[in-house]
């Protein structure tokens, strides 16, 4: 049955030897059953800096201080005068965390795998971020993605790589748009102690450049993930379940007045929301509601696993079965593409609102993106 359902959404024949040529990603090739996804466990984090490098340890995670019952978080405050924006025409891609991987590569969970099938043990290494865009892209109207992968040792790495149109709307933002991406970083410090027994300083400067970001390793059906995802802040009793159980999403949105915002919160906040948190298991998010002048007018708890609960009312709503099983056939995709194991070899994925993923092949190119220091390393 599984073998009959494969070929139809394949392009072409899937022989013994010969890859599909593209992917579809129509939602209704995807409605099976809920695919096996371990536990995600945290075998490591790191933090960057005010200066954005990289740091082996935890000293930019926060601590989550349960807001007041009507807080009064004025979102615009401290914009034009206490923000310090973080570069994002600089392309990181995996950079941090390949760094992560050769400072802890004997914390990468080696159990229960089969040996020599690849030197780190797992077959994905990748950001959250871009698995998340994966996850959503059943229903993704609006934005593509384009994704380089490359073979090295027998893992695959997946970078993304930014679309012309996200490198036209980033350069072309409006001021409002500017300003409002500000909001959700300003929420996270009305909200977030720097150490476990103190309180959130709101005079303090919003530094985007700083983050701190869990490593963890986990199973898609038969595929092997490790990506690293940032991480809001966690809850500060001691006794909480360990990482990533403990930690908390902060989300901010527009308040919803009418029962079309509620619908449409439903059916694309929401989404983006569960597919974020669910990939690495955060269980909360705790999202502040704010007006049309960046005032806080409410503060909701969101757990992670009843959130596909709460959509089910909406007609023709999102499922996280399609999220998950287009995410498994994608990376089987990408494994059956991705054969050659060359680190100057990058298979270019590309996707766009309604057409199928299709792929290039480019090598020495604009797109390699593994490091020559971290080919060195990992070969020596
Ligand atoms: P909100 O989540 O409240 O929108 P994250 O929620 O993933 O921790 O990201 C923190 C904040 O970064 C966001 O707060 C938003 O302000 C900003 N941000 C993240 N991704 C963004 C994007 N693609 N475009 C604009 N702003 C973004
Ligand atoms: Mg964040
Ligand atoms: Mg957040």
Redesign the pocket.
């Known amino acids: 049955a599984d073998y009959q359902t494969n070929k139809r959404h394949r392009s072409s024949d899937e022989g013994q030897h010969r890859a599909a040529e593209t992917l579809s990603a129509h939602r209704q090739l995807y409605e099976r059953h809920f695919p096996l996804y371990k536990q995600p466990v945290e075998v490591g984090c790191f933090s960057l800096d005010s200066r954005r490098n990289f740091c082996n340890d935890q000293r930019q995670l926060r601590y989550y201080v349960q807001p007041t019952k009507s807080p009064d978080f004025n979102l615009r405050d401290g914009y034009t005068s206490r923000f310090v924006k973080r570069d994002d025409s600089v392309k990181e891609k995996l950079d941090h965390v390949l760094k992560w991987i050769l400072a802890n590569r004997d914390k990468i969970q080696t159990r229960d795998q089969t040996p020599s099938s690849s030197a780190l043990g797992v077959d994905f290494v990748t950001w959250r971020g871009h698995l998340t865009k994966v996850l959503t892209t059943p229903y993704e109207t609006q934005e593509g993605w384009m994704l380089a992968a490359s073979k090295f040792r027998g893992s695959i790495y997946i970078s993304e790589v930014e679309t012309e149109a996200a490198r036209v709307n980033r350069e072309t933002r409006s001021q409002r748009q500017e300003e409002m991406?500000?909001?959700?970083?300003k929420?996270?410090q009305y909200i977030c102690a720097d150490d476990v027994d103190g309180t959130p300083d709101p005079g303090g400067v919003v530094n985007t450049n700083e983050a701190f970001c869990t490593v963890v390793q986990t199973r898609l059906a038969d595929h092997k993930l490790l990506f690293s995802g940032?991480v809001?802040c966690r809850v500060k009793e001691p006794d909480a379940p360990p990482a990533p159980g403990c930690y908390v999403?902060?989300?901010?949105s527009a308040e919803i007045c009418t029962p079309k915002q509620r619908s449409n919160f439903h059916r694309y906040k929401l989404l983006k929301w569960w597919a974020?948190s669910f990939l690495p298991g955060v269980p909360q998010i705790v999202a502040g509601f704010r007006d049309h002048d960046g005032i806080v007018v409410a503060v909701e708890t969101f757990p992670t696993s009843k959130i596909s609960q709460l959509i089910k009312n909406e007609f023709n709503c999102w499922k996280p079965t399609v999220c998950m099983n287009f995410c498994n056939d994608f990376l089987s995709f990408v494994k059956s593409v991705v054969k050659e194991d060359d680190p100057r070899l990058v298979y270019l994925f590309t996707w766009d609102p309604h057409r199928e993923v299709t792929y290039a092949v480019h090598r020495d190119s604009q797109y390699t993106f593994l490091p020559e220091w971290y080919i060195k390393d990992m070969s020596s």
């Open positions: 991406m500000y909001w959700g970083y929420f996270e940032e809001d999403e902060l989300k901010t974020q």
